[in-house]
């Protein structure tokens, strides 16, 4: 059974980067028919797409985040990365990383990762 | 970029009732909708995508209809198991983006 998991600090300081990677376990990272990206919501809201990546590294983005976040993928370690710049408290949310098939939907999640924004 | 509604935002039932969410979009979308189900401290979990295709495990008392900007997701017959919170999302637009509804909770009358 696939499997996805969030990792990365829980606290970061306004205007530094957030960044946290999902390991990938029980399949490959490398699949031609899978995205693999990144949600977020924060408390008590709802779910916004942040980007996401393909295998080979092409990557697209949310246009509104789209200046401040970066995703990547490491297919020797299975797993692939988000980095947020410029952080505020807006960005405090579960950060979530899932699987995305071609036609569009996230079909694996990760448990979600707490990322909260504070001095 | 599309945006997406949902109603009601909360809706209170019972166990067996039977409860229609809707989904609206900011223009047409073809099939291209997807619902989740969220329950508190979880991962949304893919229910039904477009085409009215079914998880595998998903109880067939979740069905969703509609194409174009309206869609519904209906559950027949509420179980004790399906109080939760519902997101729809869409994956029509070009370039990929992908929005989600605000979502629908759905609780204990």
């Known amino acids: 059974q696939l499997q996805l998991q969030e990792s990365g600090p829980g606290l970061v300081k306004p205007s530094e980067s957030l960044s946290l990677t999902c390991t990938v376990s029980?399949?490959?990272?490398?699949?031609?028919?899978?995205?693999w990206g990144w949600i977020r919501q924060p408390p008590g809201k709802g779910l916004e797409w942040i980007g996401d990546?393909?295998?080979?590294?092409?990557?697209s983005y949310n246009p509104s985040l789209k200046s401040r976040v970066t995703i990547s993928v490491d297919t020797s370690k299975n797993h692939f990365s988000l980095k947020l710049n410029s952080v505020t408290a807006a960005d405090t949310a579960v950060y979530y990383c899932?699987?995305?098939?071609?036609?569009?939907?996230?079909?694996?999640w990760g448990q979600g990762a707490l990322v909260t924004v504070s001095s | 970029d599309i945006q997406m509604t949902q109603s009601p935002s909360s809706v209170s039932a019972s166990v067996g009732d039977r409860v229609t969410i809707t989904c609206r979009a900011s223009?047409?979308?073809?099939?291209?909708v997807a619902w989740y189900q969220q329950k508190p401290g979880k991962a949304p979990k893919l229910l039904i995508s477009?085409?009215?295709s079914l998880q595998s495990g998903v109880p067939s008392r979740f069905s969703v209809s509609g194409s174009g900007t309206d869609f519904t997701l209906t559950i027949s017959s509420l179980q004790p198991e399906d109080f939760a919170t519902y997101f729809c999302?869409?994956?029509?637009?070009?370039?990929?983006?992908?929005?989600f509804g605000p979502g629908t909770k759905v609780d204990i009358k």
């Open positions: 990546v393909f295998y080979s590294g092409s990557s």
């Open positions: 223009q047409g979308i073809t099939s291209w």
């Open positions: 477009a085409a009215s």
């Open positions: 899932a699987r995305r098939v071609n036609t569009g939907w996230f079909d694996f």
């Open positions: 999302q869409q994956a029509n637009s070009f370039p990929r983006i992908f929005t």
């Open positions: 029980g399949g490959s990272i490398r699949s031609t028919s899978h995205f």
